[in-house]
């Protein structure tokens, strides 16, 4: 089987194995507006690349807490079964959003007991095309796989867990999402504005360089020890527990092992008004 460099690849990597035998690739492209990820995926995708939807395949809307509850270990397997992705398989993300959601499938792997085998790609489909690469919109042909969960990681938390932890004050809740967001200045899906009183604002955006890549491990392992990350377990949170992956792997390139995840993160935690709010920027 392929080895991964690492969680992260560069387009060289990909372009150089491209054509493996064991590797997949995965367009996990998804927003909350504009054109779907279908349908970008239709347009144009990385050549063999397999279209897995956010929404759908990624969560299991209804089956658990917030919009983006993590899918069933049986759900995943029989997910990525049908993609044609299974346990002898490396996969590579990627999306058109700094890795945002990219990451949401390498830590499913990761929580699964797959850690190694599934990579965000650095820079997207965007980092692809400016290097030069091609696009293709053909369908990938690959033989039946099957995909075998193990025991899952205990690295997922619930809204009990973080009143919990938070009246100890022992521990550090980052909040993934964009600083206005954080701040309660606006909040265009879930029930309240604001953010989890007590967790600091660290937006998923703040993990990437002007070129859409991810900083050097120092440089984040700089970000997030000025958080606190040295010295408190830390749990990620973001609206409906999507992007908050893009933190837990920062937290990973930079050094930081035993990071959780709230799974229902903003949306979970706001639909209950006995839950308290804060807003602004003091937490």
Do not use: K
Not at 13 to 19: F, K, Q, S
Not at 176 to 193: F, L, N, Q, S, V
Not at 220 to 237: E, K, M, N, Q, W
């Amino acid at each position: 089987m392929l080895n991964l460099p690492g969680p992260l690849v560069s387009v060289d990597w990909l372009a150089g194995h491209l054509n493996h035998r064991t590797l997949r690739i995965a367009d996990v492209r998804w927003a909350l507006s504009g054109p779907s990820g279908r349908q970008r995926y239709a347009a144009g995708h990385l050549p063999h690349a397999t279209f897995l939807d956010a929404e759908r395949e990624l969560s299991s809307p209804g089956e658990g807490p917030g919009r983006h509850p993590i899918p069933t270990a049986d759900r995943l397997s029989d997910i990525l079964g049908d993609h044609r992705i299974g346990d002898d398989h490396v996969v590579v993300a990627y999306d058109d959003a700094g890795g945002s959601i990219a990451a949401r499938l390498w830590w499913l792997f990761r929580h699964y007991g797959h850690d190694g085998a599934c990579a965000v790609l650095d820079g997207g489909i965007q980092a692809w095309t400016d290097a030069g690469q091609a696009l293709s919109t053909d369908a990938p042909t690959h033989a039946t796989a099957t995909w075998t969960p193990r025991e899952p990681q205990a690295d997922v938390v619930g809204a009990d867990d973080v009143l919990h932890l938070l009246e100890g004050d022992t521990t550090l809740l980052l909040d993934a999402r964009a600083t206005e967001r954080y701040r309660g200045e606006t909040e265009p899906i879930d029930p309240r504005a604001g953010h989890i009183p007590g967790a600091l604002s660290a937006p998923f955006t703040g993990n990437l360089g002007t070129d859409g890549r991810f900083l050097p491990p120092q440089a984040l392992r700089d970000r997030y020890a000025a958080f606190g990350a040295t010295s408190h377990p830390v749990i990620a949170y973001c609206g409906s527990g999507l992007s908050a992956a893009h933190d837990l792997l920062a937290l990973e390139l930079a050094g930081f092992d035993g990071a959780r995840l709230y799974e229902g993160s903003w949306s979970d935690w706001s639909s209950d008004p006995s839950r308290p709010a804060a807003t602004g920027t003091t937490p």
